[in-house]
């Protein structure tokens, strides 16, 4: 990807997460909070820290983007009120908005069904709105 | 009309390198009440204040345009040139032609233009200067302290060494202040009480010291050299002059169960009290709130037990007023408490502590004896977790927003502590920087790590969760780049310093202005940091940020000879240049009171004669001297009833046309 289309993915994530990657200081508290964190290749801290610096390329192929539970501990822990999730959220969203990109699709439903027939159906709605466009 | 003299400095290449002098000094004579004009290569020198003197004489001036550098550099000098020819010192003014304009340009013919036109706004401002003259105000030689922690006691023992009479107020029962509860001190590991109980004493025995212990500051009103401040003295509910301190009383009663302030409450103490064994006064205290007789009105066993019937339930509150010259304040700080802070439950685990509650038991006068212990089965733990920064390096929502600066170095202290005494423990420190500036610091920390085999791990705690009795650190190491967990018996969590609560009141009463954070502001933050900027406060210790006690007793010394620079004059010349209200012209409306920062303004009735009208008013005065000659007020003022003198509204106005003249 272009240099200049990356860049305009940073701006549009900072813009719609709102968050400020500037603020952290590197703290790993996010990280340290993150339920997660065995799954991701790159942890919160660290994702924050690609974006303050403008390497986006690997983030929109990281595992993390999936991985994260959007469960927010690490915004309700970051003593700099950095805000991580919105960040992994907004980065995600860059990706699935792109055609062709939904990390789910109906297809993949049958699957989950098999593994637990249980499953509620509100979670299925929820990964939807979470990983498809 | 003014006989002006115009004097223009080259300041060797330094102005003459950019600007043209013989120009300016020509524009000059030509400019309005200018009898003459001249130039100078220094004018501040000897030769220059000559030329100066001389031609006051021999031109009869009556007032001096100096065209050099800033005001702040010289103004002084060419105040006193202007008194030694005969003239009022108020009567000379200032272009800044070095740091406004020939430092800054590089173009000769604009800067020269630039200077011409700083030239003539200072002599349109002298056209219209009149003579002014400093009020005198008298000093009361005695000094009130507030706070007696090291702060406080150190600033009083300079003062009262150097022959001034010195009041503490401490609002607990003893002085001492932080230090007392404090084990060890980095960076040298000495005994905190060993070096603190002689300064106490020392401090409780001097001729020229007074303590009020127990006792707080109700009200202050007054200006430097003569403010007057209410003590509050809260009942003891012990006779001072009767007690022995013989602690009959603390045996006999029968309440044991109210928590100790001194031990962070980790031990029990009773209803009537001394907080601890060197506590100076040694007169003990009924804490009233905790008191069978004050609850039930039964009990009275310590009164019974007293032999020389100290004992005074009925004793009420005594208000003391005393004037002082200078006030210092010494409040100190209160460690910040880590309960919302949930992910490390401080308040549900026994085994989290804060440091300041860690130095209570590390102490061999504490609540276990100087024996490290879980409190939630009195077991020795097999390994430590500290944790610092907590609360400090924060955005505003999540805490304090800077850097508590003392707790690296105590970790540090705490771990070398606990391995010194029990080399068998695990001891980790979860950092995110480690910052210890200051002479031996860093040897200090690095000789946790190195020869205590301290394990400082770079990264953060998530959260702690108890798992069958032992805390589970759940943390982040990020040289590691990854989750780590540690199984710790007991976490140590270095809490930010928070400023002493209820400062806030204290500052408004003295009209001292605090930052966000309630620390007091100083005057200047580098070249008069024990200053506050209301004339006559000046500040000491932790109540102006957070500092160690090397740093603490350093600023306490200096509190005390500013304090002296005050209280060894007999009389104090004030500013002139200060606010003055048009009684004519006010209305009364309180606009300049809001926004005077030193609380100069007041208001009385008054019978105002306004061309033959008579009525009464109620009309702003000012203070002169508490009037700092700021200027707030005048700006304020919506019916131009404030003016500034030396820089009377026409003045700055003539000094706005002279600029924008063509
Ligand atoms: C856990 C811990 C460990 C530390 N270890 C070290 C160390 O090893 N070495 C070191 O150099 N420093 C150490 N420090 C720092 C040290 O405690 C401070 O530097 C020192 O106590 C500051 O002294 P102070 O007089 O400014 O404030 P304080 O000690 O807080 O004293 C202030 C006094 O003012 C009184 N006061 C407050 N408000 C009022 C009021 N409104 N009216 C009247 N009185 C009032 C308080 O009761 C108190 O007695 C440590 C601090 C902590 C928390
Ligand atoms: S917790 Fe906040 S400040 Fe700390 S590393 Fe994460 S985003 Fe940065
Ligand atoms: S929101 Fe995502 S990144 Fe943040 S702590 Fe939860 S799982 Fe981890
Ligand atoms: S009167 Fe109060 S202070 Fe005295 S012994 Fe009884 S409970 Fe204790
Ligand atoms: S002194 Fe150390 S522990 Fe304390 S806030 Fe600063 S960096 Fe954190």
Same mark, same amino acid.
């Given at each position: 990807?272009?240099?200049?289309?990356?860049?305009?993915?940073?701006?549009?994530?900072?813009?719609?997460?709102?968050?400020?990657?500037?603020?952290?200081?590197?703290?790993?508290?996010?990280?340290?909070?993150?339920?997660?964190?065995?799954?991701?290749?790159?942890?919160?801290?660290?994702?924050?820290?690609?974006?303050?610096?403008?390497?986006?390329?690997?983030?929109?192929?990281?595992?993390?983007?999936?991985?994260?539970?959007?469960?927010?501990?690490?915004?309700?822990?970051?003593?700099?009120?950095?805000?991580?999730?919105?960040?992994?959220?907004?980065?995600?969203?860059?990706?699935?908005?792109?055609?062709?990109?939904?990390?789910?699709?109906?297809?993949?439903?049958?699957?989950?069904?098999?593994?637990?027939?249980?499953?509620?159906?509100?979670?299925?709605?929820?990964?939807?709105?979470?990983?498809?466009? | 009309?003014?006989?002006?003299?115009?004097?223009?400095?080259?300041?060797?290449?330094?102005?003459?390198?950019?600007?043209?002098?013989?120009?300016?000094?020509?524009?000059?004579?030509?400019?309005?009440?200018? $009898?003459?004009?001249?130039?100078?290569?220094?004018?501040?020198?000897?030769?220059?204040?000559?030329?100066?003197?001389?031609?006051?004489?021999?031109?009869?001036?009556?007032?001096?345009?100096?065209?050099?550098?800033?005001?702040?550099?010289?103004?002084?000098?060419?105040?006193?040139?202007?008194?030694?020819?005969?003239?009022?010192?108020?009567?000379?003014?200032?272009?800044?032609?070095?740091?406004?304009?020939?430092?800054?340009?590089?173009?000769?013919?604009?800067?020269?233009?630039?200077?011409?036109?700083?030239?003539?706004?200072?002599?349109?401002?002298?056209?219209?200067?009149?003579?002014?003259?400093?009020?005198?105000?008298?000093?009361?030689?005695?000094?009130?302290?507030?706070?007696?922690?090291? *702060?406080?006691?150190?600033?009083?023992?300079?003062?009262?060494?150097?022959?001034?009479?010195?009041?503490?107020?401490?609002?607990?029962?003893?002085?001492?202040?932080?230090?007392?509860?404090?084990?060890?001190?980095?960076?040298?590991?000495?005994?905190?009480?060993?070096?603190?109980?002689?300064?106490?004493?020392?401090?409780?025995?001097?001729?020229?010291?007074?303590?009020?212990?127990?006792?707080?500051?109700?009200?202050?009103?007054?200006?430097?050299?003569?403010?007057?401040?209410?003590?509050?003295?809260?009942?003891?509910?012990?006779?001072?002059?009767?007690?022995?301190?013989?602690?009959?009383?603390?045996?006999?009663?029968?309440?044991?169960?109210?928590?100790?302030?001194?031990?962070?409450?980790?031990?029990?103490?009773?209803?009537?009290?001394?907080?601890?064994?060197?506590?100076?006064?040694?007169?003990?205290?009924?804490?009233?709130?905790?008191?069978?007789?004050?609850?039930?009105?039964?009990?009275?066993?310590?009164?019974?037990?007293?032999?020389?019937?100290?004992?005074?339930?009925?004793?009420?509150?005594?208000?003391?007023?005393?004037?002082?010259?200078?006030?210092?304040?010494?409040?100190?700080?209160?460690?910040?408490?880590?309960?919302?802070?949930?992910?490390?439950?401080?308040?549900?685990?026994?085994?989290?502590?804060?440091?300041?509650?860690?130095?209570?038991?590390?102490?061999?006068?504490?609540?276990?004896?100087?024996?490290?212990?879980?409190?939630?089965?009195?077991?020795?733990?097999?390994?430590?977790?500290?944790?610092?920064?907590?609360?400090?390096?924060?955005?505003?929502?999540?805490?304090?927003?800077?850097?508590?600066?003392?707790?690296?170095?105590?970790?540090?202290?705490?771990?070398?502590?606990?391995?010194?005494?029990?080399?068998?423990?695990?001891?980790?420190?979860?950092?995110?920087?480690?910052?210890?500036?200051?002479?031996?610091?860093?040897?200090?920390?690095?000789?946790?790590?190195?020869?205590?085999?301290?394990?400082?791990?770079?990264?953060?705690?998530?959260?702690?969760?108890?798992?069958?009795?032992?805390?589970?650190?759940?943390?982040?190491?990020?040289?590691?780049?990854?989750?780590?967990?540690?199984?710790?018996?007991?976490? $140590?969590?270095?809490?930010?310093?928070?400023?002493?609560?209820?400062?806030?009141?204290?500052?408004?009463?003295?009209?001292?202005?605090?930052?966000?954070?309630?620390?007091?502001?100083?005057?200047?933050?580098?070249?008069?940091?024990?200053?506050?900027?209301?004339?006559?406060?000046?500040?000491?210790? $932790?109540?102006?940020?957070?500092?160690?006690?090397?740093?603490?007793?350093?600023?306490?010394?200096?509190?005390?000879?500013?304090?002296?620079?005050?209280?060894?004059?007999?009389?104090?010349?004030?500013?002139?240049?200060?606010?003055?209200?048009?009684?004519?012209?006010?209305?009364?409306?309180?606009?300049?009171?809001?926004?005077?920062?030193?609380?100069?303004?007041?208001?009385?009735?008054?019978?105002?004669?306004?061309?033959?009208?008579?009525?009464?008013?109620?009309? *702003?005065?000012?203070?002169?001297?508490?009037?700092?000659?700021?200027?707030?007020?005048?700006?304020?003022?919506?019916?131009?009833?404030?003016?500034?003198?030396?820089?009377?509204?026409?003045?700055?106005?003539?000094?706005?046309?002279?600029?924008?003249?063509?």
């Amino acid at each position: 990807m272009s240099a200049s289309a990356l860049n305009d993915i940073r701006e549009e994530v900072l813009r719609i997460s709102g968050a400020n990657p500037k603020k952290c200081m590197s703290c790993g508290k996010c990280s340290a909070s993150c339920p997660a964190s065995f799954e991701m290749d790159i942890l919160p801290h660290h994702f924050v820290k690609n974006i303050r610096d403008g390497n986006i390329e690997n983030l929109l192929k990281s595992k993390t983007l999936w991985k994260c539970l959007s469960c927010f501990a690490c915004v309700e822990r970051c003593p700099r009120a950095v805000e991580p999730a919105n960040l992994v959220e907004a980065v995600r969203l860059a990706v699935i908005r792109k055609k062709g990109e939904n990390y789910l699709k109906v297809d993949d439903i049958p699957e989950f069904i098999e593994l637990d027939n249980e499953i509620p159906q509100q979670l299925i709605v929820s990964a939807f709105r979470k990983y498809s466009k | 009309m003014q006989r002006i003299g115009a004097f223009v400095c080259w300041c060797g290449s330094n102005i003459a390198g950019t600007v043209d002098i013989d120009a300016v000094t020509k524009s000059a004579a030509d400019e309005p009440g200018v $009898v003459y004009s001249a130039e100078y290569q220094y004018m501040c020198s000897e030769g220059g204040q000559l030329a100066i003197r001389r031609a006051v004489e021999e031109h009869g001036l009556t007032g001096i345009a100096v065209c050099a550098c800033s005001p702040r550099m010289h103004e002084t000098t060419f105040r006193k040139t202007a008194a030694a020819a005969g003239l009022n010192p108020y009567m000379v003014e200032i272009a800044n032609i070095r740091e406004h304009c020939s430092w800054i340009h590089k173009n000769r013919e604009s800067a020269t233009e630039k200077a011409t036109i700083l030239m003539r706004a200072a002599i349109a401002k002298l056209n219209l200067n009149k003579p002014l003259f400093p009020g005198e105000s008298g000093v009361v030689k005695r000094a009130l302290v507030i706070g007696g922690g090291i *702060a406080g006691i150190q600033t009083a023992l300079d003062i009262a060494d150097a022959g001034y009479e010195v009041d503490i107020v401490e609002k607990s029962p003893t002085i001492g202040g932080r230090m007392a509860q404090l084990d060890k001190t980095f960076p040298t590991l000495d005994c905190s009480a060993c070096i603190l109980t002689p300064k106490m004493v020392d401090a409780a025995q001097h001729d020229n010291i007074s303590l009020y212990t127990y006792s707080e500051v109700d009200e202050v009103s007054g200006y430097v050299g003569s403010f007057s401040v209410k003590i509050r003295q809260k009942a003891r509910s012990v006779n001072r002059e009767l007690c022995n301190g013989c602690g009959d009383c603390i045996t006999k009663c029968p309440v044991k169960k109210a928590n100790s302030e001194f031990d962070e409450g980790l031990s029990k103490r009773s209803a009537i009290y001394v907080p601890f064994a060197q506590a100076v006064p040694n007169i003990p205290v009924v804490d009233r709130e905790n008191c069978t007789r004050f609850k039930t009105g039964k009990c009275g066993l310590c009164e019974k037990i007293c032999g020389t019937k100290a004992i005074d339930f009925e004793q009420q509150d005594e208000i003391i007023e005393r004037e002082y010259g200078v006030i210092i304040v010494a409040t100190g700080f209160k460690p910040l408490s880590p309960e919302r802070y949930g992910e490390y439950l401080y308040g549900q685990s026994p085994d989290v502590l804060t440091s300041l509650e860690f130095e209570r038991m590390m102490n061999a006068a504490g609540p276990t004896g100087g024996v490290l212990k879980r409190l939630s089965n009195n077991e020795k733990p097999k390994s430590i977790v500290f944790i610092q920064c907590v609360g400090s390096r924060a955005d505003a929502k999540k805490g304090k927003t800077y850097c508590s600066k003392i707790c690296c170095m105590y970790t540090a202290k705490h771990a070398m502590l606990v391995k010194e005494k029990y080399p068998d423990i695990d001891v980790h420190v979860f950092y995110i920087d480690v910052r210890t500036p200051g002479k031996n610091f860093d040897e200090f920390y690095r000789r946790a790590a190195e020869q205590y085999d301290v394990n400082y791990i770079k990264g953060m705690v998530g959260k702690l969760a108890d798992e069958d009795g032992r805390l589970r650190v759940i943390a982040s190491d990020l040289l590691d780049g990854k989750q780590i967990t540690i199984d710790a018996d007991l976490v $140590v969590l270095a809490t930010a310093v928070e400023a002493s609560p209820d400062v806030r009141a204290l500052g408004t009463m003295l009209t001292a202005s605090m930052d966000q954070n309630n620390f007091f502001t100083e005057a200047h933050p580098k070249l008069r940091p024990v200053e506050s900027p209301t004339a006559g406060i000046f500040l000491s210790g $932790v109540c102006q940020g957070p500092k160690d006690i090397p740093e603490t007793v350093a600023q306490a010394g200096a509190a005390a000879v500013k304090a002296l620079g005050i209280l060894s004059k007999n009389k104090l010349i004030g500013n002139p240049c200060i606010a003055e209200s048009n009684e004519l012209l006010c209305n009364g409306c309180s606009c300049c009171e809001n926004v005077c920062p030193y609380g100069a303004i007041e208001y009385t009735e008054k019978e105002i004669n306004d061309h033959g009208n008579r009525n009464n008013r109620r009309v *702003a005065q000012v203070n002169e001297a508490i009037c700092q000659g700021c200027g707030a007020c005048t700006v304020a003022c919506p019916s131009g009833s404030m003016d500034l003198k030396g820089f009377t509204n026409r003045q700055i106005m003539a000094e706005v046309d002279a600029i924008c003249r063509t």
